[in-house]
């Protein structure tokens, strides 16, 4: 990607907090310490969503917004806190990455301590993998391109697969078809190009009769993109599936009917 060199410094000095991320962080907070990959960024409790939206205050900022979710101990933690230190892991990844494939560079990313199991912070990722995948393939980008899918990835909201309808991933196919075409809502062709690659991206994740999985619906969401950019341009970016490793952790994992369970490899 084309970058000044203000861009480079402001992405290092993001990157830079990575390390310190992995230092707090202990395996998923087995010890009662935070933050923690999976529930309760606070606590590790299991959330408990309800169907109507109230006051809540974050834990973390203590910014009051209208949201739907809280820990079983009473916990809340606003988007931009949830997926504060995950703009600069996945920044920091995807442009020093090499990789073409979208699904172990989206590996990459949720491997690192401090990027969390399950979050709104997969919905800037998805984007920002596919731009990255498809930079390393060749294809012409820009660091304004990258910045603008992380920005806009982050304004869906967290739990949105349910409360929008429509969940974040898919979303951030349409983002990075929207950027790669330079759609404006002006634009009837770019327009629909771009609202078919959410409508497909969206039909294989609501596929599943299953409880949100961040990596499942990220790792669904970027198999539809592969196929959609070699129809778009020819280039072929793979997405190959891999053997979870972390249903452990996952509350509402739906094991072997899972694409991604471990003995459907």
């Not at 998805?126 to 990258?146: D, H, Q």
């Not at 669904?220 to 249903?247: K, M, V």
Request: with cysteine.
């Amino acid at each position: 990607m084309k970058e000044g060199n203000a861009e480079t410094a402001s992405v290092d000095r993001e990157a830079a907090c990575c390390p310190a991320a992995a230092e707090k962080m202990a395996g998923d907070g087995a010890h009662g310490e935070g933050p923690h990959r999976s529930g309760c960024t606070v606590c590790g409790a299991a959330l408990v969503y309800s169907a109507t939206e109230r006051d809540s205050s974050c834990h973390y900022c203590g910014t009051t917004v209208l949201a739907n979710a809280r820990c079983a101990n009473g916990h809340f933690v606003c988007d931009r806190c949830h997926g504060a230190d995950a703009m600069g892991i996945v920044k920091n990844v995807c442009l020093r990455s090499t990789q073409t494939d979208l699904a172990a560079l989206m590996q990459a990313i949720r491997r690192h301590p401090g990027f969390r199991t399950h979050g709104p912070e997969h919905h800037f990722m998805v984007p920002a993998v596919i731009l990255t995948a498809l930079r390393n393939s060749g294809f012409s980008l820009t660091y304004e391109e990258f910045s603008t899918a992380i920005q806009r990835g982050q304004t869906i909201g967290g739990g949105s697969c349910a409360f929008l309808g429509a969940c974040g991933a898919a979303i951030g196919v349409g983002i990075a078809v929207s950027l790669l075409l330079e759609a404006t809502p002006y634009d009837g062709d770019k327009r629909q190009t771009a609202q078919q690659a959410t409508h497909r991206a969206l039909g294989a994740i609501a596929s599943f009769n299953a409880p949100r999985c961040c990596q499942r619906d990220s790792w669904l969401a970027l198999r539809e993109a592969s196929n959609l950019i070699r129809e778009l341009s020819g280039i072929s970016l793979t997405a190959d599936p891999f053997a979870c490793g972390q249903h452990r952790r996952n509350r509402e994992c739906i094991h072997a009917q899972c694409p991604l369970w471990p003995a459907n490899q």
